[in-house]
């Protein structure tokens, strides 16, 4: 029996999972990513860490033929979003960030429940948000999400690609969404691959890594 726990293997597990992972390019047309795939992937895109615990992220499943095909011409035309089975518009949160907001005093009394920690909490974020770009902050969190999504993907077998290549603007407009009040972080297409990839290209760790 193997042993779920077992160090070596579960490190062996996701290193396989990461070196499946690549970003693909055409996916198998008509091969569906079944609907509980689809929810594991995004479980791990909402177990993700993020700033403050601020949770930045939506995610916008796209799986309607003709949506699919305007966000295809959305992200430059790029042939994987049509072929993808599904494609997660992963948003960014951002009027929902001022630090008077609702969403903002919701999510930090979670971190700080306590009248006076809240204060402090708020108070810091207050600094943090005239001295940060907001915008560029909340997309950086939302990237993490992705991250955890293509991994959870790789886990199963689900192919990835993610797509920064986007008219955010036509890609509000293909998912119908007038309010412009999120941003548009990273187009996540997911599907089965068409072709094997090609040669995984990295520069070793010896130029990449110090230790001090
Ligand atoms: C933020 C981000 C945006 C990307 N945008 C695109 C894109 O628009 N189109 C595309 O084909 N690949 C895109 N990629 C994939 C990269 O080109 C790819 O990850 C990189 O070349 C390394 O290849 P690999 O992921 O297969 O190892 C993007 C990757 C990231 C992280």
Known sequence: MMDDHDPAKL???????????H?????????????????YVLEAGRLSPSSLGLEHWRFVVVQDPACKEAL???????????????VIVVLAREQELAPDSDYVARMLRREAPDAAGFAELLDFYRHFAQHNDLTAWSIAQCHI??????????VIGVDSCPIGGFSASAVLDALGITSRADVVALVVALGYREHEPPARQRLPLSELVEYR
């Open 72 to 86: 295809r011409e959305a992200c430059m035309g790029q042939a994987q979003v049509g072929s993808a089975s599904a």
């Open 145 to 154: 999400a992705a991250t955890n999504i293509m991994t959870a993907a790789a």
């Open 11 to 21: 490190r062996e597990h996701f290193l396989q999972a990461l070196h499946f992972r």
């Open 23 to 39: 970003a693909c390019r055409a996916f198998q047309p008509g091969r569906r990513v079944a609907q509980e795939d689809i929810e």
